[in-house]
């Protein structure tokens, strides 16, 4: 444990930090998630719904600091290609 009172501090920080960004990661999460259900299903209705709030959350947690930028930009790049796929498949087989 820390001695000195900075340290300490830093501790209490770190902590509140981790908490928030643990929250924000669930957040990524679960939006990832809804959209990933609503491919599985085929149900494309609102789908462009989905991934717009999906790249609002992700954007957002890359400007609080939760993820870097570049991770954001993978992960939205990845969805983004899931859902072309999906999308693309679902033409094809209609």
């Keep these: 444990m820390a001695k000195h009172k900075s340290a300490e501090?830093?501790?209490r920080q770190a902590?509140?930090?981790?908490?928030?960004?643990?929250s924000w990661k669930s957040r990524i999460?679960?939006?990832?998630?809804?959209?990933?259900?609503?491919?599985?299903e085929k149900d494309?209705?609102?789908i462009d719904e989905l991934f717009?709030?999906?790249?609002s959350v992700v954007d957002r947690a890359a400007g609080k600091g939760v993820i870097k930028r570049n991770t954001a930009a993978r992960k939205k790049s990845r969805m983004a290609k899931r859902?072309?796929?999906?999308?693309?498949?679902?033409?094809?087989s209609s």
Excluded at 29 to 40: D, M, N
Excluded at 52 to 55: A, D, H, L
Excluded at 83 to 92: D, E, R, Y
């Design 9 to 11: 501090k830093r501790a």
């Design 15 to 22: 902590e509140k930090a981790r908490i928030r960004n643990r």
């Design 29 to 40: 999460k679960t939006s990832a998630k809804k959209i990933l259900k609503t491919i599985e």
């Design 44 to 46: 494309f209705s609102n």
């Design 52 to 55: 717009r709030s999906f790249v």
């Design 83 to 92: 859902i072309l796929a999906a999308k693309t498949a679902q033409n094809l």
